[in-house]
């Protein structure tokens, strides 16, 4: 046999021993099963097992098992501690004469971002242990009398789904019949003094001085000591009793005496500066059951009549004071507003 043969015939036998590895059988010219390889010479090939398809597994016994993971999601989420809940409920007790019927909660806010709400959710954690608390429609909810029985984590914390500063979080004192746009004034007294110093649940400058006054029980008589978030964005706030009335002055909405050089500190400069207000604390002749009343932007305004075709019925026709067709026969009114209490 000459050289270039015996090349030939190594190489056929290479091919011929992976072909048969491979299950490659049947190759023209080629018979592996015989061991043949034309007239080259055999070339001994293993026995493959024919191949088959794995056989299916057993169908499970009773219903269908769901299995939970829980894993922590990254970075800081936005919570609170369930001290600084019932450091606020102890405030609210010891001044509930403000609001003898209102009940104590807490209310959720989206503080940069509306649509944050639809994706709202609140936990309260403790260790490795998280359970959901119920929301109502307005993202309020109250302590589950559960929280403090023996044996409850006091270290617990209510956590929020969202990153760190994107909610708001306030005291809510509601007396029944005041849970719409028209407030309570001992209600709204009653949430400053168990937030500030007690729940510490807005953001905001803590100061000295402002310590010294909280425990001297005056801080909640500041008209700048708490900012509160009306339902809608507001034109303006009127404080009712009896036949007293004051309009309150520009510089009480809004956060318009305030800096966005601090904005970060404060919960008001973002998506709920056109729903911020202050009040006037100092004033202590406004009893407890004054009205503060909201002035929506959303809703039609006095002495105003909605042009035809109108897309919004907030839009004004006219101007105070400017005669139109329509109007001439009928001056504007005039409203001077009372600055005093009663």
């Known amino acids: 046999m000459g050289r270039p043969y015996r090349r030939q015939a190594r190489l056929v036998r290479v091919v011929g021993m992976w072909a048969g590895v491979l299950g490659l059988g049947g190759l ?3 018979d592996w099963a015989a061991g043949s390889v034309g007239s080259v010479g055999a070339v001994p090939v293993p026995a493959l097992a024919p ?3 794995p056989a299916p ?5 009773g219903p269908a098992q769901s299995v939970e993971v829980i894993a922590k999601l990254p970075g800081a989420r936005d919570e609170k501690t369930l001290a600084q809940l019932l450091a606020a409920r102890a405030a609210f007790e010891a001044h509930h004469a403000l609001a003898p019927r209102a009940g104590l909660g807490f209310r959720l806010y989206a503080r940069l ?3 944050d709400l639809a994706r709202l959710r609140l936990y309260r954690v403790s260790g490795d242990d998280r359970e959901p608390v119920a929301l109502d429609a307005h993202q309020r909810f109250t302590i589950d009398p559960a929280w403090t029985a023996p044996g409850a984590d006091p270290k617990a914390v209510l956590q929020t789904n969202l990153p760190d500063g994107a909610v708001a979080w306030k005291v809510d004192v509601r007396t029944p019949g005041f849970d719409g746009e028209t407030r309570r004034l001992g209600d709204l007294r009653l949430e400053c003094e168990a937030d500030t110093f007690h729940g510490n649940l807005q953001r905001g400058l803590r100061t ?3 310590a010294l006054l909280a425990a001297d029980g005056k801080l909640c008589q500041l008209d700048d000591s708490e900012v509160w978030f009306a339902e809608e964005p507001v034109f303006g706030v009127t404080l009712r009793h009896g036949t007293h009335e004051r309009r309150l002055p520009y510089r009480y909405l809004h956060g318009s005496d305030g800096t966005m050089a601090l904005a970060s ?13 202050f009040l006037p604390l100092d004033d202590r002749a406004w009893p407890d059951d004054t009205q503060v009343v909201m002035d929506d ?12 075709g109108a897309v919004s019925p907030s839009m004004p026709s006219t101007l105070p004071g400017f005669d139109t067709p329509s109007s001439a026969a ?4 005039t409203i001077t507003p009372s600055e005093s209490g009663p």
Not at 57 to 61: E, G, K, L
């Open 113 to 115: 971002d509306e649509r």
């Open 28 to 30: 023209p010219g080629l």
């Open 51 to 53: 191949a088959s398809s």
């Open 265 to 277: 500190l404060f919960d008001w400069p973002f998506q709920l500066r056109d729903r911020t207000y």
């Open 330 to 333: 009928t001056p504007a009114a």
């Open 57 to 61: 597994a057993p169908a499970p016994d």
């Open 297 to 308: 932007m959303a809703a039609p305004q006095p002495g105003f009549a909605a042009p035809s």
């Open 208 to 210: 000295p001085v402002s």
